[in-house]
Structure formats: C-alpha cells, structure tokens
C-alpha cells in the first residue's frame, strides 16, 4: 500500500527505492502469513516486484528475477480468486512489459507476448467494458508484429488485427487518451507499407540510403524496422 508507492515515488524521481522496498516486502510477507487464502495480498506483493523491475531497467539491469517473482505472486494470487479480472488483467501487462524487454534484448518474446495477449483476451472477455485491456490486447499484437518485422518474417495481419483492438476500446470509452494515443502508434505501422509499395525501384534505392543514414545518426533499430521490411518486402 503507502510503503509500495513510496517505492514507486522513489524511482519516479531517481532515487534508491531500496529501503522502502524492504520495509514494503516485509509488510506483505505478514499479511500473506495472516491470510495466505486471499488474492489481494499476492497481488500486491507482485505489484511492488514488477516495480522493482522497472528500478533494474532504468539502471541498465536485468529485471527477469523480478518479473519472475512478480508472475509467480499473480499465479499464486489467480489460483486463490481465479474470477478475478483484475489480477488477469495485471498478470497480461507484466507479462508484456516483460516481453517487451526480452523483444529490445534480442531474445525471442513471443511465448511471452502469447501468454500476455491470453490473459488480456480472458479479461476483456470477463469484463467486456475494461477499455485497458482491450488496449493490452492491440498493443500486444503489435508487439507481435514487431517480433516478425525484427526477424525479417511478414507480420500479416497483426497490425490490422491491432487496430481493430483500440478501436472497440474507443467505441467504450471515447475519451481515452491511451487509446488514442496507442492508435495512433499503430496506424503508424500499418500506414508504412501502402507508401512503400509505391515507390520505384530509384526510389527504394533513396529509402534505403535514407534509412542507414539515420542509423548512422543516432536512431535505434526500431525505429525504422518497420520501414525496412517493408522496403525488402
């Protein structure tokens, strides 16, 4: 609760979270010991480990022990309340925030993306009105996509598929800012090849020469991953 925002205060603000953080587990620990039975506490448990994660990633660490117990904490917490929406719905963004750093590591995320997008699906089914999971679910299939772009395979209908995801969540809740803006990450992707695929063989040649001079500027592969399948395609 309180101890667990502090940790989250803390590294918002670039600060060693650590004594705050052991202040919080230990707090945890004896609930869970007072009342193993309950969803909540397990969930709260993993809550401060996925952020102790985020505190290993703004270092340049490996957040995988964290995101490991933090997942191992939400299968606990589902097989005690496994109706609950919310801790599917936890479980799915851990679980892609997880694939998303396996994705930038260069390892395969793709299991983990599929059991983040399962989870997403199960709670959207559950609670057919949770705009962020619908939201979960389009930015998870674009991560798909990107997992086959990096790999140089066609992401098919990924992209589309995407889209169609945000654009229920916008039919809940029109006014969602996160769902406009993740929209707009994805159109963003499906817009590039249309545009690529008229150009001519000169051009291809200049998007090419354009695409490896903003590497040699400073730009990380993906931002033009996309771009660059779609040229090879």
């Known amino acids: 609760g309180i101890r667990t925002n502090l940790v989250k205060r803390a590294i918002a603000e670039g600060r060693d979270p650590t004594a705050w953080a052991e202040s919080a587990l230990a707090d945890l620990e004896h609930a869970l010991g007072l009342d193993p039975?309950?969803?909540?506490?397990?969930?709260?448990?993993?809550?401060l480990r996925e952020t102790l994660g985020v505190w290993a990633r703004t270092r340049g660490g490996d957040p995988t022990r964290e995101y490991e117990a933090a997942a191992a904490d939400l299968a606990r917490g589902i097989e005690r309340d496994p109706?609950?929406?919310?801790?599917?719905?936890?479980?799915?963004?851990?679980?892609?925030?997880?694939?998303v750093f396996e994705m930038h590591s260069g390892r395969d995320a793709t299991p983990r993306l599929e059991a983040a997008l399962a989870d997403y699906?199960?709670?959207?089914?559950?609670?057919?009105?949770?705009?962020?999971?619908?939201?979960?679910?389009g930015r998870t299939r674009s991560d798909l996509g990107q997992v086959l772009a990096n790999a140089g395979r066609d992401p098919g209908d990924r992209y589309r598929h995407a889209l169609t995801c945000i654009e229920r969540a916008l039919e809940v809740a029109p006014g969602s800012a996160a769902a406009w803006h993740a929209r707009g990450e994805v159109e963003r992707m499906n817009a590039l090849e249309p545009g690529i695929q008229a150009l001519t063989d000169e051009g291809l040649r200049e998007k090419t020469l354009e695409l490896r001079k903003r590497l040699k500027e400073g730009a990380v592969l993906n931002d033009v991953v996309h771009e660059a399948f779609a040229v090879v395609r």
């Open 121 to 137: 699906e199960w709670a959207s089914a559950h609670g057919p009105k949770l705009v962020e999971a619908l939201i979960g679910m």
């Open 37 to 47: 039975d309950r969803g909540e506490p397990w969930a709260a448990r993993a809550d």
């Open 83 to 99: 109706q609950s929406i919310m801790m599917r719905f936890r479980r799915g963004e851990l679980l892609r925030n997880w694939g």
